[in-house]
């Protein structure tokens, strides 16, 4: 290993840094939605209406498929996929709960307001999508001068 690699290696900017935090975001919300199962409310009709299996799938699998990139080099990669994998994850949500969200808004079923579950998915989902559209902006690794002899 050259010189080269041992600083460029060591060089990391603090966008690297962001893309790790939207990996992480992104694997702890699919965890959390496989966990909760997609039921939100206290209305047993809407117990399970909202899971969809490719959500916590897609956010899983792009954080690890983000760590993979990451370890790969290919930092633009990594923060192309922790852009795009919890967008995707996140239209598939509000596709599966519209229904959930109008009985709410509404007061149909929904008569005490949003679940604690669905807030707490919500804005993990959220968040990862905005921390991964961040690191496709920021720098992941910082200049180095290349000494000549």
Same mark, same amino acid.
């Given at each position: 290993m050259s010189q080269n690699d041992n600083r460029s290696a060591g060089e990391k900017s603090w966008g690297f840094y962001i893309v790790l935090i939207a990996a992480l975001l992104a694997l702890y919300a699919g965890a959390y939605f496989f966990d909760i199962h997609g039921t939100f409310g206290l209305d047993s009709t809407h117990n399970g209406d909202c899971f969809d299996p *490719? #959500?916590?799938w897609l956010l899983i699998g792009g $954080?690890? #498929?983000a760590a993979g990139l990451t370890v790969l080099r290919r930092y633009g990669l990594a $923060? $192309? @996929?922790? $852009? *795009? @994998?919890p967008g995707v994850a996140l239209c598939l949500f509000i596709h599966?709960?519209?229904?959930? &969200? @109008?009985? &709410?808004? &509404? =007061? #149909?079923?929904?008569?005490? =307001?949003?679940?604690?579950?669905f807030i707490t998915f919500t804005v993990l989902i959220l968040a990862a999508f905005v921390v991964g559209e961040v690191a496709i902006y920021v720098k992941k690794t910082r200049a180095t001068a290349v000494k000549e002899a």
């Open positions: *490719l #959500i916590p $954080a690890l #498929i $923060a $192309a @996929v922790t $852009a *795009l @994998v599966k709960c519209y229904w959930y &969200v @109008v009985d &709410v808004f &509404v =007061g #149909i079923d929904e008569k005490h =307001g949003f679940d604690p579950r």
